[in-house]
């Protein structure tokens, strides 16, 4: 392989490296995307559960006070049946009525300031997570637009780098091509890498006298016997 079939290889390689790239990124820009749109719908899921919180508080207030007013009323006829009480022991039954059902009624009241002090909090949990999620949305609909841009800006980029390594691979020696193609494919990652002083730059493990040998005379494929890599020496570019 000649100094000018190396640069061209490197130059294909190069193409080819941004062509991975690129793909890489574009293959994980729906993923990004859901998770943008995941963390939105968490926050839809924490508004929706701090208004089933203040609903859960409203309702349990309004049970406490239809519980006091129908207390409030056996109170009422109690009252009323005292006046026409035929005995006092009947009397003193009904007074004893009254006092339990104030004994409720105060239990009642207590348990209202509990829920409206319950109320209060989940109030303002509610307004925070109205918060939440609307920096939510406006989060992911950016960061959902500006994704999708730059898929675009991917593909049109992926177009033509993809054409102008269409041309270098054009020029290359098929059986040269071939082999780096091979070795590309299994690898997805640079397979053409310099000697770096007696060590290959993949793997950076010490190769031995004939690779170095053969890498400087730039006669053959050179392959470092420890990573499978072709290695060349800059100093022949």
């Not at 193409?15 to 820009?29: F, P, S, V």
């Not at 949305?137 to 269409?166: C, G, H, W």
């Not at 310099?194 to 730059?201: A, D, L, R, V």
Request: net charge negative; charged share 30%; glycine share 4%.
């Amino acid at each position: 392989m000649t100094p000018q079939d190396l640069q061209s290889l490197l130059a294909l390689q190069s193409k080819d490296l941004t062509l991975l790239q690129l793909k890489k990124e574009a293959a994980g820009i729906p993923e990004r995307q859901a998770q943008r749109k995941a963390q939105l719908s968490d926050a839809v899921q924490a508004r929706e559960q701090s208004l089933a919180q203040v609903n859960a508080c409203e309702n349990a207030i309004k049970q406490v006070e239809l519980d006091v007013e129908s207390k409030q009323e056996q109170i009422a006829k109690y009252k009323t049946q005292q006046i026409d009480a035929p005995t006092n022991e009947v009397y003193h039954a009904l007074e004893r009525e009254i006092s339990t059902a104030g004994e409720v009624i105060s239990g009642l009241e207590d348990k209202e300031l509990e829920e409206m002090g319950r109320l209060e909090e989940a109030k303002a949990a509610l307004e925070a997570a109205k918060e939440a999620e609307k920096a939510a949305r406006e989060a992911a609909d950016q960061d959902v637009a500006v994704l999708e841009e730059r898929l675009e800006t991917i593909r049109a980029t992926f177009a033509e780098v993809k054409e102008e390594r269409q041309v270098l691979a054009e020029d290359l020696d098929p059986e040269i091509r071939d082999r780096y193609m091979t070795l590309l494919t299994k690898k997805q990652e640079a397979v053409l890498v310099p000697i770096k002083g007696k060590t290959c730059g993949a793997c950076h493990m010490t190769v031995s006298p004939q690779i170095l040998h053969d890498a400087h005379s730039g006669q053959k494929w050179t392959v470092c016997s420890y990573c499978g890599v072709l290695l060349y020496d800059p100093s022949i570019l």
